[in-house]
């Protein structure tokens, strides 16, 4: 089955810096997604990619949906205390025929913010 | 507007023991997933409804796991009977339609002992 590297699996940063996490894939993707996790709660979308090259800003966040449609990358500019949590990467491919876009996701960044 | 529905929000039971998780989407969404997170994974695809039929089950353990969502709307995933690996937690998510985003409900945690 398709596969997604995430990296890195988790990170320290101080309060105010930037981050940067990525996502690989030996496939292609339609369509990139990043989902943020908080303890005891469903993944919540933060940015939707749908273009090869899109790059695409949600408030401190950015992210883009890579050339070759196997990569993305999620940037986070000063960073808060409330960033903590696991980010996922997914990556959507599929059948519009059959009606299935199954989600494929990466296994998780995990950011830890110290103030 | 009021988000994916699910309970009980945990559960712990016997190995070879069965369970039931339920899920009600957000309103008005034709589309209804669930998916299995074991710890330190991302969730992964068991199941995906369009109304009351399904489209895409070809990663549910068929042998013990069963969904249904006989009225387009509310839906059940049943394991029976449970095994240790199945410990994970099952998040249930819904969107509009098959191309629209998802939204996740806060997942069942399922421990088995």
């Known amino acids: 089955g398709q596969q997604l590297n995430q990296s890195p699996q988790s990170m320290f940063i101080q309060e105010g810096e930037d981050v940067s996490m990525n996502c690989t894939s030996s496939?292609?993707?339609?369509?990139w997604l990043w989902y943020k996790q908080d303890p005891g709660e469903g993944p919540v979308l933060l940015i939707a990619?749908?273009?090869?090259?899109e790059l695409t800003s949600n408030g401190r966040l950015t992210a883009q949906f890579g050339i070759t449609r196997k990569d993305s990358f999620l940037n986070i500019s000063a960073s808060i205390p409330s960033d903590v949590g696991i980010y996922f990467c997914?990556?959507?491919?599929?059948?519009?025929?059959?009606?299935?876009?199954?989600?494929?996701f990466g296994k998780g960044t995990k950011l830890s913010v110290i103030p | 507007e009021a988000g994916v529905a699910q309970s009980p929000r945990y559960k712990i039971i016997e190995k070879r023991q069965s369970v039931a998780f339920w899920c009600n989407p957000i309103?008005?969404?034709?589309?209804l997933y669930w998916y299995q997170q074991i710890l330190g994974q991302g969730p992964k695809l068991l199941i995906q409804?369009?109304?009351?039929?399904?489209?895409?089950d070809s990663q549910l353990p068929k042998d013990r796991f069963s969904a249904e969502r006989l009225k387009g709307v509310d839906s059940t995933l049943k394991i029976q009977p449970a095994k240790l690996e199945d410990s994970a937690v099952y998040l249930c998510?819904?969107?509009?339609?098959?191309?629209?985003?998802?939204?996740f409900g806060q997942g069942t945690r399922l421990t088995v002992v």
């Open positions: 998510a819904s969107s509009l339609g098959t191309y629209n985003e998802a939204f």
């Open positions: 496939s292609i993707f339609n369509t």
């Open positions: 990619l749908y273009k090869a090259g």
């Open positions: 997914a990556g959507r491919s599929g059948d519009s025929g059959a009606g299935s876009y199954q989600l494929t």
């Open positions: 309103s008005g969404h034709a589309t």
């Open positions: 409804f369009q109304n009351n039929g399904v489209v895409d």
